[in-house]
């Protein structure tokens, strides 16, 4: 895998010596806290504060927040109580982007981290299986508060060794090894276990002054008043946000579900698909100056990636209709990423890099006289895969290495890649992964499948499929009526083969035209008008 990763996690692995010290005079009964909010620390660092009363009311913005991210700590019969405030909980949300990346590919895993840190944070009964252990007190100005550097967590076996099993064996997908390997860090070939993997996740991130957890899995707590933490939680093979795991992602052993789930199907990553890869024979390399001493292959030439991105809207954009004649795209089939407030489709393509925008892909950013460009797509691209998976936005570039989050791995979409250089890329792919055993997918796929066998490819474009016929295996090779594609009249951005910005500059200059054309027929009207009149003049009678 990356090593800048690698490294980056082996920093956050440093395991806390965690003992419990005293327990504080603390409310122990349900609705209680033992933090609340946020208190400046160590250098403008903030901390949680130390607070030891009843779990607090939410306002409506923040209720809508806790709905997407921690619905189970919502309720609709009663007012709603949290053991922490907005700002508390969106950092939780930050905190959590690396470890909900690992696991991506399986919904309920990341469910079940998220809710396992929604309760750590802002359950109301936090204080029944949470512990403040190191505090401080601060000063800040005239202003005196508690801060909590560490928790201790209570953490039931049982429930501790559910939740570790619907991870352990998820595949993180961009260097393909296991999430909880590299979460784990058997780099260092020690075994992995429920409760290192839950004391890892609980120290700081690298470089952040932030409180830190250590858990205890035991049955029972050190207060009469505290039980361990349990609740009811997902298997890695349920069905969470109308998906579901892939079949690999859940088993010690890959070769059961090839056997058992889908035998004949070709798949991406374990997800049934359909795999493009795309080449310009004729294309020559790229004639531009050297972006860091790399150079690009034909198939970079942006008259060949603009092609490259209409093929791919087409697709994602046509609608097909069910067996009851309901419109469906992509959209509605697709694998989705289910990282943090991230629930877009798990496409892969180069465009990736772009947030699947052509107007980014088009921009070009000139120097200091306006007159001169100096970064384009060429800089963009070796930004992003020179820093990849550590980067989401190119800052020079002023555009996201991602879409919505979700990475492109290099050495997938282009085919021929290595970190030194793009010439010998020679064929670009495009995946469009499908829910595992959905009959709607399947229908996308077949139909799919039909209109790109007969889809007239790009001059200068030659397409091959390597993943998907099994679509069409032993299904009809002809659309039905009540099942047929329509075409997708709008291009992916704007009409008639425009972006956005190159169909607006038409607009005006079709207006300045216009404009144009009617002042030269008002002078010409005038002109006619003034001769007429003379020509009148000159034949009136010359009255005595």
Partial sequence: ???????????????????????????????????????????????????????????????????????????????????????????????????????????????????????????????????????????????????VEHFMAYVAPDFAAMFYNSCKNVLYQA???????????????????????????????????????????????????????????????????????????????????????????????????????VTAPNASSSDDTPVEDMLFSGVFQLDILQKFYWLQGNITGYIVRDSSGNPMTYDDVCTRNHSIDNNTCQMDSVL?????????????????????????????????????????????????????????NPFKVMIGFNMVTFANVTRLVMEFPVENNNMLASMWGRDTMLFIQRYSMPAGLQVAITKGQDFLAGNQTTLSPASSIIPHTEAPEGLLGFSKGGLIAFIITMCFLLAISIAINLVVCARFKKAQLMNEDEHKPILN
Wanted: aromatic residues 10%; proline residues 4%; contains cysteine.
């Fill in 175 to 277: 260097d393909n090894e296991k999430g909880m390997d590299i979460a784990c860090n058997t780099l260092t070939n020690e075994p992995c276990t429920p409760l290192k993997w839950f004391n890892l996740m609980g120290q700081a991130p690298v470089g952040a002054h932030t409180e830190t957890y250590t858990f205890n899995l035991a049955s029972s707590s050190p207060s009469a008043n505290m039980t361990p933490l349990a609740y009811p939680q997902l298997k890695c093979t349920d069905t969470y946000s109308k998906t579901t795991c892939v079949c690999t992602d859940c088993v010690d052993d890959v070769k059961s579900c090839q056997q058992s789930l889908w035998p004949s199907f070709s798949t991406c990553d374990g997800q049934r698909c359909i795999r493009l890869e």
């Fill in 1 to 147: 895998m990356n090593t800048f990763l690698k490294l980056a996690l082996l920093l956050q692995v440093t395991l806390a010596v965690g003992q419990d010290l005293d327990i504080f005079d603390q409310d122990r009964n349900n609705g209680t806290c033992v933090s609340y909010g946020l208190c400046e620390h160590l250098e403008g660092a903030s901390f949680p504060c130390y607070y030891n009363g009843e779990a607090k009311g939410v306002n409506a913005t923040f209720l809508e927040d806790l709905k997407n991210f921690c619905p189970e700590l919502t309720s609709a019969a009663e007012e709603t109580l949290t053991c922490c405030d907005q700002d508390q909980f969106s950092r939780m949300k930050n905190q959590m982007t690396l470890s909900t990346r690992l696991f991506a590919s399986c919904p309920t895993c990341v469910r079940n981290i998220r809710n396992f840190w929604c309760h750590l944070t802002c359950s109301p009964d936090q204080s029944t299986f949470v512990n403040a252990t190191v505090m401080q007190n601060v000063t800040t100005g005239n202003v005196s508060s508690q801060v």
């Fill in 352 to 408: 990736s890099y772009f947030g699947n925008s052509l107007k980014n892909l088009e921009k070009k950013l000139k120097d200091e006289t306006g007159f001169t460009d100096f970064y384009d797509y060429h800089n963009h691209l070796v930004t992003c895969t020179k820093n990849y998976p550590n980067v989401e936005f190119d800052v020079e570039g002023k555009m996201p290495c991602t879409t919505n989050g979700l990475f492109a």
